[in-house]
T-cell receptor, first 113, second 113 residues
């Protein structure tokens, strides 16, 4: 079945370490997105990519980096510059940038200790 | 994008219709209304969207007022599995502007046995 896979589901890291979250889709979607969710809050957009080899900052990009070398993959790196990295991270994709029907992955819960 | 206002929480008896309101009084003519839901610790799921006509699919119905300043998502026969946070989102249809979805805090719907 087509969908988005995020791995791992739970991730623990020590403070000061960079960590990369994986997001893979087999839906042949052009656009991909990364959101962050804190407890009891809505989702905030970190980065998005409308096409391969292109990406733009969202509302809270500081301390994060992304790449889009393949259509299927949009990994997110949480760097040591991110002051409060502990959160639930969600990846999504859509047919193209104008399509509002996003498909979300099941998320990665990152805990930094 | 236009701002939306939703009640923070609602209860609904199992088997009854759940009517979730959303106010978007500043919506413009080129903006769609989208609804998503998020079951605890999962990624959001697309439900339905509309521009100005009422819409229905296998999951829900969307009623948009004639002036488009508010809408209601209707789950006709709520089940325990419908317990989730429901997000109402307004997004530009075409032309200049940001296409990315902005998720607020939504409405926490609790379906009661």
């Amino acid at each position: 079945d087509g969908g988005i896979t995020q791995s791992p589901k739970y991730l623990f890291r020590k403070e000061g370490q960079n960590v990369t979250l994986s997001c893979e889709q087999n839906l042949n979607h052009d656009a991909m997105y990364w959101y962050r969710q804190d407890p009891g809050q809505g989702l905030r957009l970190i980065y998005y990519s409308q096409i391969v080899n292109d990406f733009q900052k969202g509302d809270i990009a500081e301390g994060y980096s992304v790449s889009r070398e393949k259509k299927e993959s949009f990994p997110l790196t949480v760097t040591s510059a991110q002051k409060n990295p502990t959160a639930f991270y969600l990846c999504a994709s859509s047919i193209d940038r104008t399509d509002g029907g996003y498909t979300f992955g099941s998320g990665t819960r990152l805990t930094v200790v | 994008d236009a701002k939306t206002t939703q009640p923070p929480s609602m209860d609904c008896a199992e088997g009854r219709a759940a009517n979730l309101p959303c106010n978007h009084s500043t919506i413009s003519g080129n903006e769609y209304v989208y609804w998503y839901r998020q079951i605890h610790s999962q990624g959001p799921q697309y439900i339905i969207h509309g521009l100005k006509n009422n819409e229905t699919n296998e999951m829900a119905s969307l009623i948009i007022t004639e002036d488009r300043k508010s809408s209601t998502l209707i789950l006709p026969h709520a089940t325990l599995r419908d317990t989730a946070v429901y997000y109402c989102i307004v997004r530009v249809r075409e032309g200049a502007g940001s296409y990315q979805l902005t998720f607020g805090k939504g409405t926490k719907l609790s379906v009661i046995p």
